[in-house]
């Protein structure tokens, strides 16, 4: 076996985790905003959403089962899960650890949704734009891909997408006739009646 597998499976299920993330929240503002209600019913962008987020863990966890079998850098279980314990980017690595803690902060509370107040949900819920930040900021500063052009193409375009649609929930916001039920998020409760 090549010794760097654990290296290329640690990069590629980042790459492809942040990409789940923003995939996630993008639809999850799409959700919000309302923006693609017309062109498909709103239960199936929130399952697309709800599809991203869960398979963002798993992928999370191989790049983190990644660089815990690696031998380049060394991971251990402080560098995984302790922000700044890592020598190697630290800051970079850092963001990674607390992103992965408000992934699953949003995942679980998602899956016991209908047991905890639905302000408690929406709160956490509404982290999921700070773990995007914290996903591409880790990904730009501790990614090795970022010479390649495509990476750095991805990474633009990602964000380019995620400041519309934020830019675009905030101007829905604030439209007139933007009472409690314009900008209210769609919630599975409410997919059952679409």
């Not at 660089?67 to 060394?74: E, I, P, R, T």
Request: include cysteine; hydrophobic fraction near 55%; charged fraction near 10%.
């Amino acid at each position: 076996m090549n010794e760097q597998v654990w290296w290329f499976v640690a990069r590629s299920s980042g790459i492809i985790a942040w990409a789940l993330v923003t995939m996630s929240v993008c639809w999850g503002l799409m959700l919000s905003t309302k923006a693609a209600a017309k062109a498909t019913q709103p239960a199936k962008i929130l399952d697309l959403h709800r599809f991203f987020g869960g398979l963002a863990v798993v992928f999370t966890a191989v790049h983190m089962a990644g660089l815990a079998l690696d031998s380049f850098v060394h991971f251990g279980w402080l560098e995984l899960f302790v922000p700044w314990k890592s020598s190697w980017q630290p800051t970079a690595v850092a963001w990674g650890v607390i992103g992965f803690y408000l992934l699953l902060a949003i995942e679980i509370t998602s899956l016991l949704m209908k047991r905890i107040p639905k302000p408690v949900w929406r709160h956490i819920h509404r982290t999921s734009l700070a773990l995007y930040v914290f996903a591409t900021y880790h990904g730009i500063q501790a990614g090795t891909d970022t010479g390649s052009v495509w990476y750095q193409m991805a990474m633009l375009a990602s964000i380019n997408i995620v400041a519309f649609l934020v830019i675009l929930l905030a101007l829905a916001r604030r439209g007139k006739g933007g009472g409690a039920q314009r900008g209210r998020r769609l919630t599975p409760v409410d997919s059952n009646a679409a």
